[in-house]
């Protein structure tokens, strides 16, 4: 079956930077895009950043010019780079990629279960 595995969460302090990673496996035709949501506590999950095609990011405006996603189509696999990191950033992290399964060749979107990033001194 398809998966969207996070890696990368962790503690930072503020001003610091962290990597996460998104590998998409399983059985998968085809990935039209990959990006990243966050949700903090009391609040509704966020567009962080995504990728439509094969380059056209877009961002949430409270990470635009810190943030940077990339991907990598062989790989399967999207990276979120965060830079100058906020304690405001603090939320679980979850990756989402819209794809075309092969167990059923509809076209589905598919979320990783999110990986905790915590910006404290």
């Known amino acids: 079956q398809v998966r969207l595995v996070e890696s990368g969460g962790g503690l930072v302090q503020p001003g610091g930077s962290l990597r996460l990673s998104c590998v998409a496996s399983g059985g998968i035709y085809s990935i039209t895009t990959m990006g990243w949501y966050r949700q903090a506590p009391g609040k509704e999950r966020e567009l962080v950043a995504e990728i439509r095609g094969v380059n056209s990011p877009n961002y949430g405006d409270s990470v635009r010019g810190r943030f940077t996603i990339s991907r990598d189509n062989a790989e399967k696999t999207t990276y979120l780079h965060m830079t100058s990191l906020r304690p405001e950033d603090t939320a679980v992290y979850y990756c989402?990629?819209?794809?075309?399964?092969?167990?059923?060749?509809?076209?589905?979107?598919?979320w990783g279960q999110g990986t905790q990033v915590t910006v404290s001194s």
């Open positions: 989402k990629a819209d794809l075309t399964p092969t167990t059923s060749w509809h076209p589905s979107t598919y």
